[in-house]
């Protein structure tokens, strides 16, 4: 069975960093983009960032424009496992961060994009990061 377990949420003040992992049991990631997204209270499920593998050009990162210069995204496939590490913290970061797990990008088996809840087949629960002011 596959799945994805997410941890390191938690509590911290504005300002601070977290590192969220998520591990894969059942499959190896080499061949997933991993992405990362979260959810707000009261709000969708949005995108954070993803990471796949390019080809010649190697790992290719996206961000959402309200991460980007803030977060790193990164994978060890050794480990089957990948990273979100967020830095200067906002109380807008505040959300449910949830790991998810892609072969392909697809969706109803069209090609879609990779900041689409629908393309990612595998989820993790979530964990949750609170960002006090």
């Known amino acids: 069975q596959k799945q994805l377990v997410e941890t390191g949420g938690g509590l911290v003040q504005a300002g601070d960093s977290v590192r969220l992992s998520c591990s894969a049991s059942?499959?190896?990631?080499?061949?997933?983009?991993m992405g990362w997204f979260r959810q707000a209270p009261g709000k969708e499920r949005e995108f954070v960032a993803a990471?796949?593998?390019?080809?010649?050009?190697?790992?290719?990162?996206d961000y959402a424009d309200s991460v980007e210069d803030r977060f790193t995204v990164s994978r060890d496939n050794s480990k089957d496992t990948a990273y979100l590490q967020m830095n200067s913290l906002k109380t807008e970061d505040t959300a449910i961060y949830y790991c998810?797990?892609?072969?392909?990008?697809?969706?109803?088996?069209?090609?879609?994009?990779?900041?689409?809840?629908?393309?990612?087949?595998?989820w993790g629960p979530g964990t949750r990061v609170t960002v006090s002011s």
């Open positions: 998810a797990a892609a072969d392909g990008l697809y969706c109803g088996g069209s090609k879609n994009l990779v900041l689409s809840t629908c393309s990612y087949e595998y």
């Open positions: 059942g499959f190896n990631i080499r061949t997933y983009v």
């Open positions: 990471i796949n593998w390019s080809g010649r050009s190697g790992w290719n990162a």
